[in-house]
């Protein structure tokens, strides 16, 4: 199955290695300023992701236009949501984050708008 539960799927497992690698870095170095970002990543990155992903699956009819916006939506809010962490707690100003938390939220009910469009589950045919 190669459809947007696919780009969904594969795009969460890279967020989520690049997060233990992150989570790996942070022990050597015995820092843990970032834990805020490295969860983030893979909160959003990938148990959000992996969900749509399998929301998808059970949901075929729900795949199309939307659902690729959606797959859009979600994988630049979770880069912004990243490094506006990144700069918030590096003081570097906390302008990106808090246009990634709106991001955020836009993606959580474009996500709604599709579950009532489309329910859980196939449509029988
Ligand atoms: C190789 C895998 C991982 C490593 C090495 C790792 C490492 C870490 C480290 C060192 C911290 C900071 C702990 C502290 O501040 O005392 C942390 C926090 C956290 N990690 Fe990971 N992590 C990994 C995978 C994951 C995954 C897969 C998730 C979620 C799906 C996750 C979610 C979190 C969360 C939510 C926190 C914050 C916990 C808190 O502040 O109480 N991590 N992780």
């Keep these: 199955m190669r459809g ?11 967020f989520v290695l690049l997060g233990m690698a992150w989570g790996i870095e942070m022990s050597v170095r015995a820092d843990f300023k970032m834990t805020p970002a490295h969860a ?16 998808f699956v059970v949901t075929p009819q729900a ?3 939307l ?3 959606l797959y859009a939506l979600w994988a630049v809010t979770t ?12 003081q570097q100003g906390e302008g990106l984050a808090k246009i990634a938390s ?9 996500f709604g708008w599709i579950v009532l469009k489309n329910g859980i589950g196939r449509t029988e045919a």
């Design 63 to 65: 795949d199309g236009g």
């Design 4 to 14: 947007t539960a696919f780009l969904f799927m594969i795009t969460a497992i890279v």
């Design 40 to 55: 983030h990543l893979n909160l959003i990155g990938f148990v959000i992701g992996a969900v749509f992903a399998l929301y």
């Design 102 to 110: 709106l991001l955020g939220v836009l993606t959580m009910l474009m």
């Design 79 to 90: 880069v912004l949501m990243v490094v506006g962490i990144y700069m918030a707690v590096s």
């Design 67 to 69: 659902a690729k916006a």
